[in-house]
């Protein structure tokens, strides 16, 4: 069973779309004037919650350290690659311009509060069950990023973009 033209249009363009993303984000330029910068923040915001719950850590740069435990928040750590993915879907997807692109402020939004407890949980697990540290980081929370994504994603679809796709501006 062939495609409709506007699945095809959609597939293209979210294609096209995560293609350039990822692109950008990863020029020189852009990871060392808004990437870097970004994940220190979030560094420094997880870091805050670890410490508002009784942790006790520093944060310095991407570093967050306890006495007895360090997680250094990379690349790949800072939750951009699921907010480029939900962000080129909601681009890509058939509605009002301004329903995608709230939407996909607000994914973004959504998955970087996500990614703060991530950061926080992974610190945690590191320092309280350092043999499961590895596992969380790679499979669990990765998979779990990506879900949510997709989730947002289909939520987003059903509830805003949907009734209004057909008033595309």
């Given at each position: 069973?062939?495609?409709?033209?506007?699945?095809?249009r959609?597939?293209?363009?979210?294609?096209?779309?995560?293609?350039?993303?990822?692109?950008i984000?990863?020029?020189?330029?852009?990871?060392t004037?808004?990437v870097?910068?970004f994940t220190?923040?979030?560094?420094?915001?997880?870091?805050?919650?670890?410490?508002?719950i009784?942790?006790?850590?520093?944060?310095?740069g991407?570093v967050?350290?306890?006495?007895q435990?360090?997680?250094?928040?990379?690349?790949g750590?800072?939750?951009?690659?699921?907010?480029?993915?939900?962000?080129?879907?909601?681009?890509s997807?058939?509605?009002?311009w301004?329903?995608?692109?709230?939407?996909?402020?607000?994914?973004?939004?959504?998955?970087?509060?996500?990614?703060?407890?991530?950061?926080?949980s992974?610190?945690?697990?590191?320092?309280?069950?350092?043999?499961?540290?590895?596992?969380?980081?790679?499979?669990i929370?990765?998979t779990v990023?990506?879900?949510?994504?997709?989730?947002?994603?289909?939520?987003?679809?059903?509830?805003?973009?949907?009734?209004?796709?057909?008033?595309?501006?």
């Amino acid at each position: 069973m062939p495609l409709a033209p506007r699945q095809t249009r959609f597939l293209i363009t979210f294609a096209l779309l995560l293609t350039a993303f990822y692109a950008i984000v990863t020029l020189d330029t852009v990871d060392t004037h808004v990437v870097v910068p970004f994940t220190r923040g979030l560094s420094a915001v997880s870091g805050a919650l670890l410490n508002a719950i009784g942790q006790h850590v520093n944060v310095i740069g991407t570093v967050i350290a306890g006495p007895q435990f360090a997680v250094d928040v990379r690349g790949g750590c800072n939750g951009l690659e699921a907010v480029v993915f939900v962000a080129a879907a909601m681009l890509s997807f058939a509605a009002p311009w301004r329903t995608r692109i709230v939407g996909a402020i607000a994914a973004a939004l959504i998955l970087e509060a996500i990614n703060v407890v991530r950061v926080a949980s992974l610190y945690l697990i590191g320092l309280y069950h350092r043999s499961l540290f590895e596992t969380f980081h790679l499979a669990i929370w990765q998979t779990v990023m990506f879900a949510i994504a997709v989730l947002l994603f289909v939520i987003w679809v059903s509830k805003f973009a949907a009734p209004n796709a057909a008033t595309r501006t």
